[in-house]
T-cell receptor, first 113, second 115 residues
């Protein structure tokens, strides 16, 4: 079956540095992707999304890059802060109108003061 | 006040007991979801509902049932709980509008332990 996975389960970054979290997906028909942040004891929180007709989208301190050729998604966080420490999930939808999300297993990002 | 609330936040129960987890939302969204989160497996969809009394199975619906009697409420039931249903359960909502953000808003989660 199709799956969404992450290259690295953990990532430690010095405060103020940039971080990059990667995600590989296997369904070439996926047309919508989302990054979520989950802090300890809380539910996932939406960060940024991107549709398959785009290769880059920027938000506040975050950028998502989509490479459909190699089916790879990344989340870049600029000038990391202690509050960025969390588990980050990528998720995909096979059909933009279909509300079912398939989540990856998550990457734990730790910001070192 | 939180937009998506879940009760209880924590529950310990015994094998064979019936358990109901409640989810309420004040966002006015028509779509609601129940997910299960296990370590190393990410979130998996149990059931989802696009409107009142609309029920759809997700990828892991066996052993669970849901009820959507009102737009603001979506309950998840375990008719006879078993230990491998020990997990963190999340409710989520969304309000799909064509061409725009398909974001799902998550509740704080319910930690269920089945002994």
């Amino acid at each position: 079956g199709e799956s969404v996975g992450l290259h690295l389960p953990t990532l430690s970054v010095q405060e103020g540095d940039n971080s990059i979290i990667n995600c590989a997906y296997s369904n070439s028909a996926s047309d919508y992707f989302i990054w979520y942040k989950q802090e300890s004891g809380k539910g996932p929180q939406f960060i940024i999304d991107i549709r398959s007709n785009m290769d880059k989208r920027q938000g506040q301190r975050v950028t998502v890059l989509l490479n459909k050729t190699v089916k790879h998604l990344s989340l870049q966080i600029a000038a990391t802060q202690p509050g960025d420490s969390a588990v980050y999930f990528c998720a995909e939808k096979f059909d933009f109108g279909n509300e079912k999300l398939t989540f990856g297993t998550g990457t734990r990002l730790t910001i070192i003061p | 006040d939180a937009d998506v609330t879940q009760t209880p936040r924590n529950r310990i129960t015994k094998t064979g007991k019936r358990i109901m987890l409640e989810c309420s939302q004040t966002k006015g969204h028509d779509r609601m979801y129940w997910y299960r989160q296990d370590p190393g497996l990410g979130l998996r969809l149990i059931y989802y509902s696009f409107d009142v009394k609309d029920i759809n199975k997700g990828e892991i619906s066996d052993g669970y049932s849901v009820s959507r009697q009102a737009q603001a409420k979506f309950s998840l039931s375990l008719e006879s709980a078993i230990p491998n249903q020990t997990a963190l359960y999340f409710c989520a909502t969304s309000d799909w509008t064509s061409g725009l953000n398909n974001e799902q808003f998550f509740g704080p989660g319910t930690r269920l332990t089945v002994l």
